[in-house]
Structures are given as C-alpha cells and as structure tokens.
C-alpha cells in the first residue's frame, strides 16, 4: 500500500501550531462583524466613487443588521483623496439607532472636524513596525502614539470611544518577520491609552493559522481577548483560516470589506480585505449569530462593484451569482 | 473545461509536478471519451510521463473496463481511485445508476484490483452538499465511506464538491465518518467555491487527518456554479501548511512554477493567492 506522506501529523508527531483540542474549542456563540468597506476597502481601490454612491452603499450596509460601519476617513485629502468628501459623507448619511460609524482620526484637527460633522466614534492607527510607521508617517511608533494622546484627551472629554488599530501583527512589507512580543507591546500601550477595543491587522495577508495563534496567545497576556478584533487581509488567501483560529481562540469581533474592496497597496494585483460575505458566510455555518442578512449583504455588494465597474473579490457572491 | 489542453503539455505538468516533492499526482481518467473528452488521451499521458520513485500516479476507473484499460501493459497505471457520492441524485445524474449500482461496479474493480495487488482510492462526492439534494446527512456520508472502505480502498477522500461545507458542516461529517473509519484513512478534497476551503481543511487537520487533495493554480472551476471557482490551490494549501510548521516534503516554489506554466500554456489567470500575491511587482515574502 502506498505510503502517501503529506507529512502526516500522527507519523512524525510533530503538530506544530495544530491540536484537536482547538477544533472543539468553544467558539463565541456571537461576533460583531466590523465592516470596513467604505473606508479600508474605497481608500484603497483604484477607482474615486463620487459621494452619493457612498452614502447609498453606507446606508445600504446599516440596512443589512450590521452593527459596525467605518464610514470615512478624517485626513487630508492631500494624503487620501479617495477619503476628501469626509464632511459631506458624515453628514449624508442616515446613522441608524444601534449602528456605529466610527471614522479614523490622525490627529487633534482630524477629531474635531469628525466630531462636529457628526462622529460618535472614531478610531486611531499604530503600527507593530518601526519601519512601516517611518515610511507610512514618518515617525517612530512611541511618536505616533504620542501624537494620538491630544486625541485620546479630547475623545475623554467628549465622551467619544476609540478603537485603535495595530497594523503589520503578522509581519510587515518591509521588516518581514514581526514578533509577538512587539505586537503585545504596542497593543498594551493603545489599551491602557483609552482604546475600547484594539483591531490587530495582519496588513499584508502574510499570515497563518500558526502565526495568528503566536501573536495573540502574545497580545492575550496583556489585553483581555473581550477587548480584541482581528483585521486579516486574504492577499495570500489565508484570512478565513486565520479568523477562525482568532474565534477558537475567544476573539470575537472581526473587520472585514463588502465584497472584499481594497487591493494590497504592497503587492499590485493582489487581493486585500477579506470579504464580508465569505466571512458571514462562514460565521453563519459555524452557527454563530451575527445579526446580519446576507443577502441584503450581497446586494450592496452588487451595488458597489457596479459603481466601481469591477468584479466582486467575494467568492460567495460569485457562487450565487449563477449566469 | 472549454479548452482541450495539448498531451504533451499534460505530461509536462505532470512532470514539473513530479520534482516538487508532491508524493501523489491524479494524472488522469480512464471514462469512455464521451463522457470526459478532455481526458481522451490517458493512454498517451500514462505512456509519456515520467515514474519518479517516491510518487504516486493513480487515475480514475469507473469500471472494470476503464479498470483494465488503465492497468494494461499500454497505460501501466499502478493506482485506480474510484468515485462514489452521498447522494443518490447526483449519483443518477453523474453516473447515471444508484449509489448501490455504482458501490457493486467498484466491488469489480476493487476485487480485480486486490487480484493485481493495485492499491484502489475511494472518493465520496457530495459529503457536505449536494448540488440537486441540497443539504447531505453526514450518516450518509458515513454509510458510504464505510462501503468503500470495507471493499478494499485504502483511503477514502471526502470531497466537497460544491464547495459549499463550511467549518461547522465539516466537523459534524468527520465525527460521523470517524465512526466508521480510522483518522487516517481519510482525505479531504475541498472546493473553494465558496472561499471556504482552507478553512475546512484547518478543520480537518485539527481532527487528525493528514491528507489534503488540492490542485495546481486552483485549476478547475465548478460545474454546478458558472463562474465560481472549484478545487483550491496546492500553492495556498502548502503555504497555509508550511505556516502551521506541518512538514508536507513539497516545495513551494517549484509547485509555484508548475502553476505558472500551466497557466501559461491555458492562457488563464492562476487562482492560486499565494502565487498572485508573490508573482505581483513589488511583492515581500
């Protein structure tokens, strides 16, 4: 009989980051599904999509029973054009009751401009990587940190939540490897900083089941898992095996983009946010509720790649769309 | 699927795919040319190819006929795979007899194959969702894994067909299957049609099973969904594998390479993410 040896678990015993007690590990009986599309997924698509379409595809998203909607951005549009109709977009929209738009915020400016067009919550950006954050904002992490602290005192004092978001946790288009101390470290400090809820972004897709499993067994000893959401990026199709692994680990709040808007700025051609509907798809097959309908979720995704004229990036919409 | 590719490109592949360290490559079927024209040359690729030691070279028979054919001096084959479905429906529209009809056909093959000392691989189509049932109870799946396994095949691959299981889905038809089947007789062949795959064969590993059938550049789309996709990629099951420290013995970039070629020659984009991402201008690995 033929000896197939895909390097099978049992012969050689090694299981490396893989366990059957992971497998029936309880999976949170409900997650809060953050959709990034509008703001993630737009910034980073090569077509502007004029301000009445965003609006329709926020309020067509609210629609859908998702809880979390990132709606813009507060930055200058010298940086992100994509993002120059912020004012506008805020005010545009209908902001159902039990729904959040939270929007980015970089700085003091950013944050009053959100807050008097109508923000009730915004979120702020560190890094795992000193490289990433001297090319991305020509700073080191522990600087733009400090510059998010006017934000965070004027967010207390205005009663506005802040989620912070840490990009590169599983490695970084240019220091490569990212350790999971680096990533505990950066986390504990935007946690104790204020931050509700710190979202930890695998930026460039460049992670696995084992490599989620390393860092937030990291970031778990120094933020509790109630507290944590992951941003997985499925550049190298690995997102929804790495979510999984984040649920079975207690996470319970994941980001995602309708329609897996937003390519990888750092790879051209290659996919980036994990899409909404694989994701819900899956939840919903795992039966954990997440309060959102998915075909509802599948029409705003029709509706945005239209306006876009491109293809949808999500594979359950491919599949139901039968020709 | 539409394209008819060229023998001498088949045995190409198969031959790049022979170096990567792949211990096992389904090369091709042994059905009547009506059915599956794209695979009317088994006997040319089976005589072109080159037998790395190590590697193993089995081809689909759905019948003695196709079984003698396949292991006839001519085409030499040295492994038959065998395909069942949990599905009675799919079963009559695929193969056009019952579940029952098609389990006595392979009982020939299987004995033939016993007789020559052929090892014989059994696949279950349909185990987590059948394109004409819908859902498939997973007692089912079971009851026909069972059949297969009891009649000789020495390994029983679950397929997804239609990619739609998801982790949940594919828990409950291990348990059951598990019940009636050593862990390590077991494959999975996952669909990605729904994007689902790589996370129902992390699921399946976390249960023990050690066999994962996936296909170059994610080649093949599905049938019953027009334009959706179909088997997932080789390159994105070893990178998820490599990640998760599981030895596979298989080189990434030399599967990588093979992926490129075949797309190539088919003049069509990879499905493979992990080659989009890593043959893409300014990419890091």
């Not at chain 1, 994941?254 to 329609?259: E, G, H, I, R």
């Not at chain 2, 019948?63 to 492994?79: D, K, M, R, Y």
């Not at chain 2, 009559?92 to 389990?103: G, T």
């Not at chain 2, 049932?133 to 020495?154: F, H, Q, W």
């Amino acid at each position: 009989m033929p000896q197939c040896d895909t390097g099978s678990l049992a012969r050689d015993g090694r299981r490396g980051s893989v366990s059957a007690a992971a497998a029936s590990g309880a999976l949170p009986k409900r997650v809060k599904v953050v959709e990034v599309g509008p703001r993630d997924g737009l910034q980073n698509e090569k077509s502007v999509v004029p301000t009445p379409v965003k609006i329709s595809l926020i309020n067509m998203l609210a629609e859908t029973g998702l809880q979390v909607i990132e709606a813009t951005s507060f930055v200058s549009p010298k940086w992100v054009p994509q993002m120059a109709d912020h004012t506008q977009v805020m005010q545009g929209i209908t902001q159902l009751p039990g729904v959040s738009y939270p929007v980015l915020t970089p700085n003091l400016k950013g944050f009053q401009a959100a807050v008097a067009a109508g923000a009730k919550e915004v979120s702020i950006f560190g890094a795992a990587s000193e490289l990433f954050t001297k090319k991305n904002i020509n700073c080191s992490i522990d600087e733009s940190l400090e510059r998010f602290s006017e934000v965070m005192a004027a967010a207390r004092a205005a009663d506005v939540p802040v989620r912070g978001y840490v990009s590169c946790v599983l490695g970084c288009p240019y220091e490569g490897k990212i350790s999971a101390a680096k990533v505990a470290e950066v986390s504990k400090k935007m946690y104790s900083m204020g931050c509700y809820e710190i979202s930890l972004g695998d930026t460039i897709g460049i992670g696995t089941p084992g490599s989620m499993k390393e860092m937030l067994t990291a970031v778990m000893k120094e933020v509790p898992v109630g507290a944590l959401a992951v941003h997985c990026h499925d550049t190298y199709g690995q997102a929804l095996a790495n979510i999984l692994v984040a649920l079975q680990m207690g996470v319970s709040v994941v980001d995602a983009s309708v329609a897996g808007l937003g390519g990888c700025p750092y790879a051209q051609g290659a996919s980036g946010n994990v899409a909404t509907e694989d994701l819900v798809y899956m939840l919903h097959g795992l039966g954990i509720h997440t309060g959102v309908d998915l075909q509802k979720l599948m029409d705003a995704g029709t509706f945005i790649c239209n306006a876009l004229n491109r293809r949808t990036n999500s594979k359950v919409s491919q599949a139901s769309c039968r020709l | 699927k539409g394209v008819i590719v060229p023998t001498d490109v088949k045995i190409e592949l198969i031959n790049r795919l022979s170096k990567t360290g792949l211990p096992a490559i389904e090369v091709t079927s042994f059905v009547s040319s009506k059915w599956v024209p794209q695979m009317a040359d088994h006997k040319e690729v089976m005589r072109g190819i080159e037998r790395h030691p190590g590697v193993q070279y089995p081809v689909l028979t759905p019948n003695l006929q196709g079984f003698h054919a396949a292991v006839s001096i001519a085409a030499g084959a040295t492994e038959v795979s065998v395909f069942g479905a949990a599905s009675e429906t799919f079963s009559k529209m695929n193969i056009n007899c019952s579940i029952e009809e098609s389990i006595e056909k392979f009982e020939d093959v299987a004995k033939s194959a016993r007789n020559m000392n052929i090892p014989v691989r059994g696949y279950v189509s349909c185990a987590l969702g059948c394109p004409y049932e819908g859902n498939i109870i997973p007692a089912k799946v079971a009851e026909v894994s069972k059949r297969l396994y009891s009649m000789g095949c020495y390994e029983i691959s679950l397929g997804d067909t239609i990619g739609v299981g998801t982790p949940g889905s594919m828990k409950r038809m291990l348990e059951a299957v598990m019940k009636e089947i050593p862990v390590r007789a077991l494959a999975v062949h996952c669909h990605d049609t729904y994007g689902q795959a790589l996370a129902n064969i992390l699921t399946a590993i976390q249960m023990g099973v050690a066999v994962v059938d996936s296909s170059v550049a994610g080649l093949g789309g599905c049938p019953y969904a027009k334009g959706a996709t179909g088997n997932i990629a080789t390159e994105d099951v070893i990178y998820m594998l490599n990640g998760l420290g599981v030895n596979t013995g298989v080189n990434l970039y030399t599967v990588m390479e093979a992926g490129n070629f075949i797309c190539t020659a088919l003049n069509k984009k990879t499905n493979s993410k992990v080659a989009q991402a890593s043959f893409s201008t300014g990419a890091v690995n």
